[in-house]
């Protein structure tokens, strides 16, 4: 279950929608970021402008009215009319009632002094955002007096007017629009991820179907198509798939024909020479009892004719035991048997007891069709005492629920190149040996053997050199 889970979450349509979901909520986050940058900067703008020309109009409209040079008393009646949250008035070294000594100016206030010297170097209006504990964000705006000099020029006339005003209401208009802007991205971001997923899953339906498509393929269903809508690159992807699984398809069917007709020539072939190879056989017989009888060449051609009648003899026969593994015929009579008495059957038979090494323990029994083990055992010590060199030894053993045969022996062993191909139909590592005693086809019979009974059979090198095959059978049937 957690795999299946970790599959999907790392597959294509799970990348689409994380790749389409942080699209989105970076496009959210940064629309809704300028929106609110924007939206800031257009209310205080605002805000200050309107604040500024208010208190340059307060500030103009009562110069003229001013004494010059106005005391303390002067200063606290402007300080009453301007309009503003806090209000703070000083000529030169004179400052309104709210101050204990014009230096410390503006100790106490939220002016900040930065503000103060900037109005009385610059002669001008500046104003600055501060944060005020008390009411939150404000403005303060200053601004020197001007009077008219001699030139007829205004000029400072010493007189500076400073304003607090609180900026609440402008600071709940912005975060009313980030508030709007996070109700956005909570509504977009979901949406996006839906429509992700649904956009993912129709652009990814083809590409299943494709993937299923092969599948069938790959199990051997060859007729598999795909439907062919539209004519983008998925529509032309799939004409693709449709063709080569046509094309792919006629082929397989040739080849199986060829096969079938191949299998069926053999196993004609094989059957009909039997009848010849009965009577040749008979009469090889009566050549080899007569055969040592016969003067010179007459001796060896019937010596000659004998052997070669028994090599094609073997051949038609594991022809026809090839046939039966490839049509499905071959039966199986599986009893119980002590695998040590069936492999000193095989030596004594072929006699070769004396060229063998056995080490074959009492007691190993397990259910098998006593004529093919026979076969798998002959193929394997025959194979070793033609190609290899002695001792050759057959060892068996029990390993849990499996009996093992091993069989070596001290020749050359199997190069690398010849040990993926050893039990192949009619192949021979030496081209040399194309009229050896042997068909080609023993080991290949013996490993289908092995199956047969529900084991297996590995062929590979000893550490010290020589060939080792190994039988592995059940000691059990499989229920």
């Known amino acids: 279950m957690i795999r299946r889970i970790l599959g999907v979450l790392r597959g294509i349509r799970a990348r689409l929608v994380l790749i389409i979901s942080l699209v989105a909520v970076v ?10 940058v924007s939206a800031r900067r257009t209310v205080l ?11 340059r109009q307060d500030v103009d409209a009562l110069a003229p009215t001013v004494r010059m040079p106005p005391d303390r008393t002067t200063l606290d009646e402007l300080k009453t009319v301007i309009r503003g949250l806090s209000v703070f008035v000083r000529y030169r070294d004179i400052g309104s009632s709210d101050y204990s000594s014009p230096s410390s100016f503006p100790l106490g206030t939220p002016i900040p002094p930065e503000l103060v010297y900037r109005v009385h170097t610059e002669g001008r209006l500046v104003f600055q955002r501060i944060s005020d504990g008390d009411i939150g964000p404000a403005l ?6 001007m009077t008219v000099g001699t030139d007829f020029r205004p000029v400072p006339s010493g007189l500076e007017v400073y304003a607090e005003y609180p900026l609440f209401q402008e600071q709940r208009q912005i975060s009313e629009f980030a508030l709007n802007g996070w109700r956005t991205a909570a509504v977009v971001v979901p949406l996006a ?4 997923w649904l956009a993912a899953g129709a652009v990814l339906r083809p590409v299943r179907s494709l993937r299923d498509g092969a599948r069938d393929l790959a199990h051997g269903r060859l007729s598999t198509r795909l439907p062919e809508r539209g004519g983008d ?3 032309e992807l799939a004409r693709t798939f449709n063709e080569s699984a046509a094309s792919l398809e006629q082929s397989v069917g040739d080849l199986r024909r060829m096969e079938a007709d191949a299998r069926r020539f053999v196993a004609d072939v094989s059957h009909e020479l039997r009848t010849p190879l009965a009577a040749m056989t008979a009469v090889t017989e009566v050549l080899d009892e007569e055969g040592a009888r016969l003067p010179g060449d007459a001796g060896t051609a019937a010596r000659l004719i004998g052997e070669e009648t028994r090599k094609l003899t073997r051949l038609v026969d ?14 199986m009579d599986r009893r119980e048997a002590d695998l040590g008495e069936l492999i000193a059957a095989t030596l004594r038979t072929r006699q070769w007891t004396d060229r063998v090494e056995a080490a074959l323990p009492a007691g190993i029994t397990a259910p098998v069709d006593a004529r093919r083990f026979d076969v798998i055992v002959a193929n394997l010590v025959g194979n070793a005492l033609r190609h290899g060199a002695p001792p050759v030894r057959v060892r068996l053993s029990s390993s849990g629920p499996a009996a093992l045969v091993e069989v070596t022996d001290h020749g050359p062993g199997l190069a690398e190149d010849v040990l993926p191909h050893v039990f192949d139909r009619f192949y021979k590592a030496d081209s040399a040996r194309t009229r050896s005693e042997g068909s080609g086809l023993g080991l290949s019979i013996a490993h289908n053997n092995a199956a047969l009974h529900g084991g297996t059979l590995e062929a590979g090198n000893r550490p010290d050199g020589g060939a080792r095959f190994l039988l592995r059978l059940p000691r059990a049937v499989a229920s």
């Open 45 to 55: 703008a605002a805000a200050q402008d309107r604040l500024m020309n208010q208190l």
């Open 233 to 235: 690159e998925l529509a």
């Open 193 to 196: 991820v839906i429509l992700a």
């Open 140 to 145: 303060v705006v200053g601004m020197p007096v």
């Open 318 to 331: 594991d022809l026809i035991e090839i046939s039966r593994f490839d049509n499905g015929r071959a039966r």
């Open 27 to 36: 496009a959210t986050a940064g629309a809704t970021g300028i929106n609110y």
